[in-house]
T-cell receptor
Framework: AQSVSQHNHHVILSEAASLELGCNYSYGGTVNLFWYVQYPGQHLQLLLK??????LVKGIKGFEAEFIKSKFSFNLRKPSVQWSDTAEYFC????????????FGGGTRVLVKP | EPEVTQTPSHQVTQMGQEVILRCVPI?????FYWYRQILGQKVEFLVSFYNNEISEKSEIFDDQFSVERPDGSNFTLKIRSTKLEDSAMYFCASRESASGANVLTFGAGSRLTVL
């Protein structure tokens, strides 16, 4: 079945540590890729997106993600996290093969210790 | 910044009762969505709506669910007879067009608790 997979369910790290969250998808063809963030008690917010062009995408709050087509991956990175990055992070894919909707990964809860 | 607003933020209901969740999408958006997130699980697509009709729905969106845009601004999700397993956070989303820039703007969510 076509799907979006996030490898880590929970990540705990200290401030200033580097963060990388994995995301893989199984759709073929054209894809649009997204990372959403959900801070505690808040709604889903778009962190960054990839449609085409430079596969290294920079988003808000110092986040970036790299699209590697050959690996069907769109991993999220941040070189140095802050306590305020504590949140749940969702990878999402919009693929023509899956109709005109977003399909979300299972999410990764990130806890940054001060 | 324009936002999608949802009401109520939290509703508690008895099993078998009807529930209506309301959403006000961004004013110039044309495509509307409902997603849900059961506690501890992934965000799931329920339904998409365009031009006053459902354009796509998931297998979750059975006959107990319906959507409506009654007055050109509100976009509602109705659950006719709630079940325990309907307890979830329901997110409304909208987007401007069908172009490749398929960016959804999400509301804050409505938490539904079915007892």
């Amino acid at each position: 079945a076509q799907s979006v997979s996030q490898h880590n369910h929970h990540v705990i790290l200290s401030e200033a540590a580097s963060l990388e969250l994995g995301c893989n998808y199984s759709y073929g063809g054209t894809v649009n890729l997204f990372w959403y963030v959900q801070y505690p008690g808040q709604h889903l917010q778009l962190l960054l997106k990839y449609f085409s062009g430079d596969p290294l995408v920079k988003g808000i709050k110092g986040f970036e993600a790299e699209f590697i087509k050959s690996k069907f991956s769109f991993n999220l990175r941040k070189p140095s996290v802050q306590w305020s990055d504590t949140a749940e992070y969702f990878c999402a894919v919009n693929a023509k093969a899956a109709g005109n909707k977003l399909t979300f990964g299972g999410g990764t809860r990130v806890l940054v210790k001060p | 910044e324009p936002e999608v607003t949802q009401t109520p933020s939290h509703q508690v209901t008895q099993m078998g009762q009807e529930v209506i969740l309301r959403c006000v999408p961004i004013s110039n958006h044309l495509y509307f969505y409902w997603y849900r997130q059961i506690l501890g699980q992934k965000v799931e697509f329920l339904v998409s709506f365009y031009n006053n009709e459902i354009s796509e729905k998931s297998e979750i969106f059975d006959d107990q669910f319906s959507v409506e845009r009654p007055d050109g601004s509100n976009f509602t999700l109705k659950i006719r007879s709630t079940k325990l397993e309907d307890s979830a956070m329901y997110f409304c989303a909208s987007r401007e067009s069908a172009s490749g820039a398929n960016v959804l703007t999400f509301g804050a969510g409505s938490r539904l608790t079915v007892l």
